[in-house]
């Protein structure tokens, strides 16, 4: 039976990633007229690491997920190899007691259907195996959006009008492109490949990471690789590397995969070879451009909510999902989304993504990497440091040294940015 799609919704979420299905829950909680749309059919997979750090638990947390993600692998903390050291470092506390000490990680094609399916239970219409092809305007807003589906009679296309428009497809961004989206390379982006492989370690309270990654010659490059036990037999294991226009990332992705994979196969205990390798770029640290209209609005990756310094995404995208709604559940007649929104992300995340875009794009060069790399390693003070910045945990009830640190550095780096993030 093919599923019925609205002529009209108050709320059109386009993408049914985390942060799409985060936002048509919220705002069908908070009593809006929501639609949600993916071009895929669920489950699907999607190409990412699959940790779930702290704060994106809190997320989950606040939708109601606590007893759900507790069913799945808990971790406890990072361990980061590199330079000869190997450093075991517990999730930090974060003040205020509403980011947890713990961690997870589930596959993208569990999670992902999962939080799609709570947005149905919230009110949400969703209707899967849809593709968002364009969008119809009335002067500067969007007066309906073209959906086009496969049916038994071929190809179906459908209007309809909204009153909101979330997008929320994802680092290519289809729709965000129709609408004006541009991506700036400039800035920190990523490249990176994931893979999953059996191992006798998937029940590792640690999720790991090694700072030092070298490929099959030995080179050093401006990355890192991952292992992150998923509690089900697997590990999600994967590596990626940082670039710039300046300094693109000569690097072939998969076979970067296979050498990390050889590399790690005896102490992680991998029994297995690498199965769905999959790859990705990934804009970073808000580096797009026009992120929302009179009534329309970008989120998650689609909005390059992506922490430059370790590629986590999730947390964003389910923040952004919550935020956004909020915002279109606050909204009057007057309200424009192109003056509302790029200053509500610049408030949330424009100074740390300013600072991590810097440090970022520093870490691009691989010399860089191997003069400071083995002194952050043989400290374990910095590291931590290092974790609670990389992990998002610095929080607005924070007033530790480490807190004031951060905010001056993304105060003075936003100061210097010649295009700001979400600018």
């Given at each position: ?16 990633g985390?942060a ?68 075991h ?19 993208r ?7 799609r ?32 589906r ?13 009153t ?17 989206r ?43 690789g ?8 697997e ?78 995404g ?9 935020e956004?709604?909020?915002?279109l559940?606050?909204?009057?007649a ?32 691989p ?11 043989r400290?374990e ?40 993030p979400?600018?």
């Amino acid at each position: 039976m093919v599923a019925q799609i609205p002529a009209q919704t108050d709320v059109l979420v386009v993408g049914a990633g985390p942060a799409g299905s985060a936002a048509a829950t919220w705002a069908a909680r908070h009593g809006l007229t929501t639609l949600l749309v993916d071009s895929a059919v669920f489950p699907r997979d999607k190409t990412c690491g699959d940790g779930l750090t702290p704060r994106a638990i809190h997320e989950l947390n606040l939708l109601g997920e606590t007893n759900w993600i507790r069913e799945h692998h808990v971790t406890r903390g990072l361990r980061a190899h590199g330079f000869g050291q190997t450093l075991h470092l517990d999730w930090p506390e974060v003040k205020g007691g509403e980011i947890p000490t713990w961690g997870s990680a589930v596959p993208r094609t569990e999670l992902d259907a999962h939080l799609r399916d709570s947005a149905a239970k919230a009110g949400a219409v969703s209707v899967d195996g849809v593709k968002a092809v364009d969008v119809i305007r009335d002067g500067d807003r969007v007066k309906a959006v073209v959906l086009e589906r496969t049916t038994p009679d071929g190809k179906e296309r459908v209007e309809v009008a909204v009153t909101w428009l979330v997008v929320a497809d994802g680092v290519r961004s289809t729709v965000g492109k129709v609408l004006g989206r541009e991506w700036h390379r400039d800035t920190v982006y990523g490249v990176a490949g994931r893979s999953y492989v059996s191992s006798t370690r998937a029940d590792d309270p640690y999720i790991s990471s090694h700072l030092e990654l070298r490929d099959g010659e030995g080179t050093l490059l401006s990355g890192y690789g991952w292992i992150f036990p998923l509690g089900n037999g697997e590990v999600n294991l994967g590596a990626g590397a940082l670039a710039t226009l300046k300094r693109p990332a000569d690097i072939a992705v998969k076979p970067l995969v296979q050498t990390y994979f050889e590399q790690c196969r005896d102490e992680y205990e991998l029994t297995s070879a690498p199965r769905a390798v999959a790859s990705a770029l990934l804009p970073m640290g808000g580096a797009v451009s026009n992120v929302a209209g009179a009534n329309w609005a970008l989120i998650g990756d689609a909005a390059a909510c992506v922490n430059p310094l370790n590629g986590e995404g999730i947390d964003y995208g389910l923040e952004t999902g919550r935020e956004i709604a909020q915002v279109l559940a606050d909204a009057t007649a007057a309200t424009r989304l192109d003056v509302v929104w790029p200053a509500t992300l610049a408030g949330l995340y424009g100074e740390a993504f300013s600072i991590a875009r810097r440090l970022g794009g520093i870490a691009t060069n691989p010399k860089v990497v191997a003069a400071l790399g083995p002194l952050g390693m043989r400290s374990e003070f910095l590291m931590q440091l290092a974790l609670r910045w990389m992990g998002n945990l610095v929080t607005d009830a924070d007033r530790d040294a480490a807190a004031k640190i951060w905010r001056f550095l993304g105060r003075r780096s936003v100061g210097l940015d010649a295009r700001p993030p979400f600018s």
